[in-house]
């Protein structure tokens, strides 16, 4: 084919406007660190990084329920427990007063005794984390037991989430974990009022009955709080893993992008050489 | 017999018609980066010889002709590919322009702002009483319907830049059609007497290419020399030495218009699809159109999504005694007419119903009324009126709970086109159990107002006072709880449900056409994101080939017509040596002349 001087001169242009193109790609690339900085670049992956993004965000969203979960749960945990110790040291008094060699008079001071207790069980019951109630099931702004022992809570105890498709009960229907252990020390402290041995020992096979029950409630909730660690587990490795992902789609492999930039290079190197080459050529140089 | 004259008169015509291959070598070597040049090569014929007795004897040269080396077919294709070019170019240039207002990697996308919504829904769930968690979804709500706005706004600016493109593109077109129709009239008078204006034509063709860079070019060669040119849709541009204009026009001035002489105008909008007009008509109509609707359809279901759910629930507390909630959807005709966005009434269920509850002045003691919209105290359709709505309404409160009759009311705002939940100075009001959709509808109870991507806002109600936001339900015996965050894990879980979005396809023949794809909010912004990529990725690859087919032919055209200065370097000489001879030839006829004349 002819070749004109016009095409030389274009071909030098294009050709050089093409690699410089690639070349600064290349650079875009390794100085970034990112394989995608324009949506054009990998639309697909792109697509892919996004959702992978949204996922994460939400992990780490139920990671933070789930903490929020454990200090309730916790917090449960602790009160139920030191009433439980609180119904162990009753049942303690409670032998000891049922012996005949009691008088009425140490009867009596027991009773104070009992009816300190019975204030610290509805302190512990009425126990609040940042403000709200944990036994008041969803009335957490009002505290769910007054002095006589009533529950003011509801049933619908406070919930959190903490998967897409689960949720866990962190917070307590009080009346439901309490039930009518108020009334039992209640009636323990006026039957050492009235040096009622028969009443003493009424109240200490209730206590029996208080102290399973809130045995009960509480390996409830370590088996809740297992859950949420298991969980938790789940949430960090499924994290770890949409991490490696989305930095496998993000992110540039360094080692082959330095590799495509030197080879960029050398091909800009060449054309550059061999254009200087050719455009210097002409008849015109040879004729005197 | 020959004389010596006649050598002179050989030696004349070689001086001159060498001399004349030096001229048009010269032209050449000028011309060597000329874009559009074809190069000229003089054609040299002996003259027609004359016999004298039985010799013929030779006249010398003459320049028969000089040619023009083009290839009209190359030509043709070449400014067609360039008018492809011009086209993917701009085309290129806007996408990328798009491609940066929907860059995911910055913090403010409203990709991370989606997820960041749905976690404050779940940071409330949490802590349902707590004010902090409620102001901090209110902010992030406000800059996320900000950020729709944005990107609504800067889709619309694209368009309009791109309609004052098509203006001054159209001024252009103007100018280079009045250029080549008065060409037309100068090569029409100059070739009038057989010969070729080879400048001229080259001109010619150069301003053609440069209206192929603008639209649709077809030519026709007319026996005179001249050029008619059309357009898309067979409108003339120039025919003879006339040309024909393009305008503005339409309703909103965004159309293009072929006048014809009669001061009628054909609209060839649609039918551009070359050259930048194309490029830009195609941006506008067929992409950014396609990505604005996707947008608005994105926002529309997104607000729906989340008023229909918000409206079920209550605050922290009622709506207040002496307070009312004004309806933000708005109708002065028919309920079916509402504008919440979402395609209109396939969203209200006209069978279904909803309770409102009415509490003492303390927000206690609530009672409730069932409003049935399919009931025989009005029956509601999509036809009915807020009238009738309003009517309905009052009548359900009067006839469930007659002692409450007008202690909470409905009623219609001033210019009639909004209900309004209005409470006495001792009464409060909540809302539940809506299984029509019709509070969502009307505006009442919800979270957002405003309906498409660049109206969503927040509900004025929640702006004032956060504990209206509605994380909490009343529960069947009219208790409501500080605690409760049933409303609020609902709405959180709206990030996984899968809803029918409308998706949008937008062809400049056949108009826009409404599609859908069944995703989340989240991965539905992702495929939109996607698929600008993608369609910004496709148009870069078009503009490559273009690129490399327009070189191909460059390369082409230019081995047909451009200029070698090696072969011009070789004419001169070929020329110079030839004149040099003919020098020759007159200094030998003069020595034998003066030979002639020495005889004593």
Known sequence: ?????????????????????????????????????????????????????????????????????????????????????????????????????????????????VQNMLEEVVSLANTELNGLYIFSGSKTDSAPFSQDGTYNGDNNPFTIKIGRDS??????????????????????????????????????????????????????????????????????????NNTERLSEIENADITEAIIDLQAK?????????????VMELSLVDYIK | MSNLGAIFNIAKSALSTQRYGLDVTAQNIANVNTPSYSRQTPVLEAVQPVSSGNLIIGQGVNTAQVIRSSDQFIETQLMQQRSKMSFSEEMENYIQVLEGIFNENLDTSISSMLSDFWNLWQDISNSPSGISERTALYEHSILLSEQFSALDGYLANLETDLTNSLNSGIGEVNRIS????????????????????NDLRDKRGEMLSELSEYLDVNTFDQPNGTLTVLTARGCILVQGDSSYGLEMGGDNGDRVKWQASGGTTVDITNYLNNGKLGGWLTMRDAIIAKYKLDLSSLAEEFVWAVNSQHSQGVGLELFQPSSNVTGTYKTSNTLGDLNYGVAADAYVDYSGTFKLWIGDGQGENLQDITIDLDSVLGNIEASSSLTDLRDTINAQINDQRPLLNGTVAA?????????????????????????????????????????????????????????FIAAARIAADGSYASGDNSNALAIADLQYTSLDIPQWTCDRITGNTEGNLNATIENYYHALVGSIGTTASGISSGRLINEEMVMKL????????????????????????????????????????ETLLNIK
């Open chain 1, 1 to 113: 084919m002819r070749v004109a001087n016009k095409t030389i001169y274009d071909m030098v242009k294009f050709n050089l406007g093409k690699i410089t193109e690639e070349l600064n790609h290349a650079n875009r690339v390794v100085s970034t660190g990112k394989r995608i900085s324009d949506l054009s670049d990998d639309p697909v992956g792109l697509t892919q990084a996004l959702n992978i993004k949204s996922a994460l965000s939400n992990f780490e969203q139920l990671g933070r329920n789930i903490s929020t979960g454990n200090s309730w749960l916790t917090a449960s945990e602790s009160a139920m427990s030191n009433v439980q110790d609180l119904i162990s040291d009753a049942k303690t008094l409670c032998i000891q007063m049922a012996t005949a060699t009691i008088g009425a008079s140490e009867r009596i001071s027991a009773s104070e005794t």
């Open chain 2, 554 to 593: 460059s390369d082409i055209r230019d081995s047909i017509s451009a200029v070698s200065l090696d072969e011009e370097m070789t004419n001169l000489i070929k020329f110079q040596s030839a004149y040099e001879a003919a020098s020759k030839l007159i200094s030998v006829a003069d020595e034998m002349l």
């Open chain 1, 167 to 240: 949720s866990v009960q962190v917070g307590s229907d009080g009346g439901a974990v309490f039930g009518t252990i108020f009334n039992t020390l209640s009636d323990l402290k006026d039957a050492l009022v009235a040096n009622d041995v028969d009443g003493i020992q009424t109240a200490m096979g209730n206590l029996d009955t208080h102290f399973d029950h809130v045995s009960n409630k509480i390996s409830d909730v370590g088996s809740k709080m297992l859950r949420m660690e298991i969980k938790e587990n789940i949430f960090q490795d499924l994290k770890i």
């Open chain 1, 265 to 277: 290079e050398l091909v800009y190197q060449a054309a550059l050489a061999s254009s200087a080459k």
């Open chain 2, 178 to 197: 009045n250029e080549i129709a008065q060409l037309n009239g100068q090569i029409l008078e100059l070739e009038a007497g057989g010969n070729t204006v």
């Open chain 2, 411 to 467: 009623s219609l705002s001033a210019s009639g086109d909004a209900i309004i939940f209005t409470a006495d100075a001792n009464h409060t009001f909540g809302f539940s159990d809506d299984t029509s959709s019709i509070l969502a509808a009307v505006g009442v109870n919800t979270f957002f107002k405003g309906a498409s991507a660049g109206a969503i806002d927040i509900m004025d109600t929640i702006g004032s006072d956060k504990t």
